[in-house]
């Protein structure tokens, strides 16, 4: 697994920014795996994130598992990460109310995600 070319925006290809001024947030592109034995971060998946989820793709519950991984992960509460698309798909975008830096921070600091 070979990490993608990055964007112009971004050393990640899998984050950007939306927003203006105060209303800036950092969005995130996963690619998922439901029904996984645990929920990890395992990689790369066409330019986004591949996560694995502990939890069925059934109702929802994969959704909330990952909201509830993003928030841990990150440090931000689950009001804090919005799911914008892909609601019923293996490939998602999130919406996260901190900075594309904060993400970017926590994303370097991933052992899975380096060359």
């Known amino acids: 697994m070979s990490k993608p070319s990055p964007t112009p ?3 990640w290809p899998c984050l950007r920014q939306e927003g203006k ?3 800036q ?3 995130l ?3 998922v795996s439901p029904n996984a034995k645990k929920t990890e971060l395992v990689g790369w998946h066409d330019g986004a994130l591949r996560i694995r989820l ?3 793709p059934v109702d929802g519950a994969a959704n909330d598992a990952l909201r509830k991984w ?3 992960e990150l440090g931000l509460s689950q009001s804090q990460v919005e799911l914008l698309r892909g609601a ?3 490939r998602k975008q999130w919406a996260l109310d901190t900075s594309i830096e ?3 921070a926590w994303l370097a600091t991933q052992p899975t995600l380096q060359n």
């Open 21 to 23: 001024g105060q209303t």
């Open 102 to 104: 904060a993400v970017a």
């Open 29 to 31: 592109d996963i690619s």
């Open 25 to 27: 947030r950092a969005v």
């Open 88 to 90: 019923s798909g293996r």
């Open 70 to 72: 993003l928030a841990h």
């Open 54 to 56: 502990a939890a069925p």
């Open 9 to 11: 925006s971004t050393p």
